[in-house]
C-alpha cells in the first residue's frame, strides 16, 4: 500500500541535505557557469527519487549511465535516514533507431520488446551501420570475439556486407523474445517488402465509413500521421503510397475503395475494409 506524503515530508528530507551537495551534479555545474537557470523541481527530483531507495529499501539499484548522480543520491538519502547503502549497477546507454538520441518512447525511436517479430525486425534494419556493433555487444549473446570476427569481414576484408550483418543482428534478437522459427519468417517477411517492394503477406485493416476523404484526414484517421500537419511532411517527403502510387499533392481526395492499401514509409501499412 502506497503511502501519502504530505508537505511536513518535503521539508524533513531537504532539510537532511544542503544546496552544495545537490548542486554537484556536472550538468548543474555547467549552466550554473553558463548563467542557465535551473528550475526548483530539478533540485528536488534527485532527492525523491534517492528517497524511493529508502522506501524500497533497496540493495541495489540498476540504472543508465546518465542516472549516476540519481543513483549515487539513493545511497546519501539512505545514509541520512540510517538505513545501509545500497549498491548501484551503472549501464551503457543505448542509443535509438535514429542512432542519435538514447532508445525512448518519448524520442519515437524505440524497439518495443513486445512488438511483432516483423516490427522488431524491421526496425533493426534500419539503424544506422555503425551502431549494430553496439547493439551486438549489449543486446545478444554472441560472443565479444565473433561480433569483432564479424566486424573485420564487415569493415576491414569487406567480404560481407553491413547489410548481411545486420540481418544476422536482427535475426538473432528476433530470436531471443519471439524463436528461431518466427525470426525465419521475419527475415522473408523484410526481404518481400524491402527487397522485392512487395506489400506485407499481412496487413491491418481499418474499416472506413466515408466514401471520400481528404488524404490528410485519411492518413490521421487511418493513424498511419499523428496529425494534418505530419501528414502532410510525409507527403512532401515523397513517403506516403497508396495501391503503391507514390502521393505527392497534400490536397488530394481521395476515394474509398474495399482492398485499397495505404503505406507510409517502408513499415507502415493498412488496407481498408
Known amino acids: 500500500m502506497v503511502r501519502k506524503k504530505r508537505a511536513i515530508f518535503l521539508m524533513d528530507l531537504t532539510s537532511r541535505f544542503t544546496y ?3 548542486i554537484e551534479r556536472d550538468d548543474f555545474k555547467r549552466r550554473l557557469k553558463e548563467d542557465i537557470d535551473i528550475s526548483v523541481l530539478e533540485i528536488i527530483y534527485p532527492l525523491l527519487q534517492g528517497y524511493d531507495s529508502v522506501e524500497l529499501k533497496a540493495d541495489v539499484e540498476i540504472g543508465g549511465r546518465d542516472q549516476k548522480f540519481n543513483l549515487l543520491m539513493g545511497r546519501k538519502v539512505q545514509k541520512k535516514y540510517g538505513q545501509p547503502q545500497q549498491d548501484i549497477i551503472t549501464m551503457p546507454l543505448l542509443e535509438g533507431t535514429d542512432g542519435i538520441r538514447k532508445m525512448s518512447k518519448s524520442y519515437k525511436n524505440y524497439i518495443g520488446l513486445t512488438e511483432t517479430p516483423s516490427e522488431m525486425y524491421g526496425k533493426i534494419m534500419s539503424i544506422p551501420d555503425s551502431l549494430m556493433w553496439k547493439y551486438f555487444k549489449l543486446l545478444t549473446d554472441v ?9 573485420q569481414k564487415v569493415v576491414h576484408i569487406r567480404i ?15 530470436t531471443m523474445y519471439h524463436g528461431e522459427r518466427k525470426a525465419e519468417k521475419a527475415e522473408k517477411e523484410f526481404e518481400k517488402v524491402f527487397k522485392k517492394k512487395k506489400a506485407p503477406t499481412r496487413i491491418p485493416e481499418i474499416r472506413i465509413k466515408e466514401v471520400k476523404l481528404p488524404i490528410l484526414d485519411l492518413l490521421v484517421k487511418t493513424k498511419l500521421a499523428s496529425s494534418k500537419s505530419e501528414a502532410k511532411r510525409l507527403i512532401f517527403q515523397k513517403g506516403v503510397k497508396i495501391n503503391g502510387k507514390v502521393q505527392d499533392d497534400w490536397q488530394t481526395i481521395i476515394e474509398i475503395k474495399k482492398g485499397l492499401i495505404i503505406q507510409v514509409g517502408k513499415r507502415k501499412f493498412v488496407k481498408l475494409k
Open 143 to 151: 560472443s565479444l570475439e565473433e561480433v569483432e570476427n564479424i566486424k
Open 160 to 174: 560481407l556486407s553491413p547489410r548481411e550483418a545486420k540481418a544476422k543482428l536482427a535475426k538473432e534478437i528476433v
Open 20 to 22: 552544495a551537495r545537490v
